[in-house]
């Protein structure tokens, strides 16, 4: 039984590796990095190295977009990169190899893959995909379009696989919901800094900063926060607002370049944001 009764997996094996991680950046006076890559993108070998390099430049956790056909929430760069990895051959076979391969070489750094409800659930209860994952050495899994009212299934099984579920929070969030998804999210609450979809933009709303102090206020989990995040300032301010965790997911992809092979930059830019996440 998890400490919210029969509900929520910040209980679950995976949840505490993720609370570690949160615990061990906030141990050095700053906020944990979460970068994210397309799995496949722009093929298995080089998003393995994007990967391991997002982690050897300062990631805290990984967050690892799985390809899907409609991603709902992406913005036009992680729509292009999604489509370019489901044609060189991107499954989700595939897609759980490549975490297995991550969690080998760097088993220390949480990973969090990020799918939508009809790759996991697929119409039954999401057993078959949670166990893949676990196995694979995921800690939690964000569902982007699954709610805590229709997740409470998919919550019981993810608790005996050891996954945390991580639920996302929007602007639009009312209080009261807030504090219930606040309640359920296991590992982390996922902020999500604006109305719209991912991609980096020049700047944050100013809005963000109390988006994160209610946030904070309701949670008994760290709060990251994603979506438009793209250079240091932007983090600096997260960080300044209060934000547990920054999420940088299209700046991350866009530094990879046209063809998707700057790993160099890449690591580059997880470099720099990890230095903007210190508290002083």
Request: glycine share 12%; with cysteine.
């Amino acid at each position: 039984m998890t400490a919210t009764g029969t509900l929520g997996t910040n209980g679950t094996p995976g949840g505490q590796r993720i609370a570690a991680a949160f615990g061990r950046a906030a141990s050095e006076n700053r906020a944990a990095l979460i970068p994210y890559v397309v799995a496949g993108y722009p093929d298995h070998e080089t998003s393995l190295a994007a990967a391991l390099a997002a982690a050897d430049a300062g990631a805290d956790l990984l967050e690892a977009g799985l390809p899907y056909s409609d991603p709902l929430a992406d913005g036009a760069t992680l729509q292009r990169a999604t489509s370019v990895a489901l044609r060189a051959g991107a499954t989700l076979e595939r897609s759980v190899a490549l975490l297995r391969a991550i969690s080998s070489a760097r088993p220390n750094l949480p990973l969090v893959p990020m799918c939508y409800a009809n790759q996991i659930l697929g119409g039954g209860d999401g057993r078959a995909v949670a166990t893949r994952l676990a196995e694979a050495g995921a800690s939690g899994v964000i569902v982007a379009d699954l709610t805590p009212d229709e997740g409470v299934g998919f919550e019981a099984v993810a608790r005996e696989v050891g996954l945390a579920v991580v639920y996302l929070i929007a602007p639009t969030t009312t209080p009261a919901r807030r504090a219930e998804v606040a309640r359920r999210s296991g590992g982390f609450l996922y902020c999500v800094s604006l109305v719209g979809v991912t991609g980096a933009r020049a700047s944050l709303p100013p809005s963000v900063r109390g988006l994160v102090a209610s946030a904070k206020a309701d949670s008994p989990v760290p709060v990251a926060v994603g979506f438009g995040v793209s250079r240091p300032a932007q983090v600096r301010m997260l960080v300044r607002a209060g934000a547990d965790g920054v999420i940088v997911a299209s700046a991350l992809v866009d530094a990879l370049g046209p063809d998707g092979r700057d790993v160099v930059a890449l690591a580059r830019l997880v470099g720099e944001l990890r230095a903007a996440t210190a508290r002083t």
